[in-house]
């Protein structure tokens, strides 16, 4: 079992940056694919990116796709979020999530472990 804490999350203006970090403990995050989602104030949870268990292979959804960037560090073990030129539609509360499966998974019920989640406000 994999235990999964995020930070980086805050207040930034529209056009600014912040790099969400997923800090993993209990096992090696190299052992899962890794995704990220969130949730606006009623809305439904959504995909924002993935990454392949091996770790070159990512996919976007096409609302971030160019602006935000998925990667991980394995010596760290930690998951990150880049995500640049921040509009205000992009506030939420974003979570990491780890799957046992080997694919590139867009929908949460693929994922089995799941980070407590962190703000991000964009403000215009």
């Known amino acids: 079992q994999v235990q999964l804490v995020e930070s980086g999350g805050g207040l930034v203006q529209a056009g600014g940056s912040l790099r969400l970090s997923c800090a993993a403990s209990g096992r090696r995050l190299s052992s899962y694919a890794l995704g990220w989602f969130r949730q606006a104030p009623g809305k439904e949870r959504e995909f924002v990116a993935v990454?392949?268990?091996?770790?070159?292979?990512?996919y976007y959804a096409d609302s971030v796709r160019g602006r935000f960037t998925i990667s991980r560090d394995s010596p760290k073990n930690t998951l990150y979020l880049q995500m640049n030129t921040l509009k205000p539609e992009d506030t939420a509360v974003y979570y990491c999530?780890?799957?046992?499966?080997?694919?590139?998974?867009?929908?949460?019920?693929?994922?089995?472990?799941w980070g407590q989640g962190t703000q991000v406000t964009v403000s215009s």
């Open positions: 990454i392949s268990r091996s770790g070159p292979t990512t």
């Open positions: 999530a780890a799957s046992l499966g080997s694919g590139l998974f867009v929908r949460g019920y693929n994922y089995d472990y």
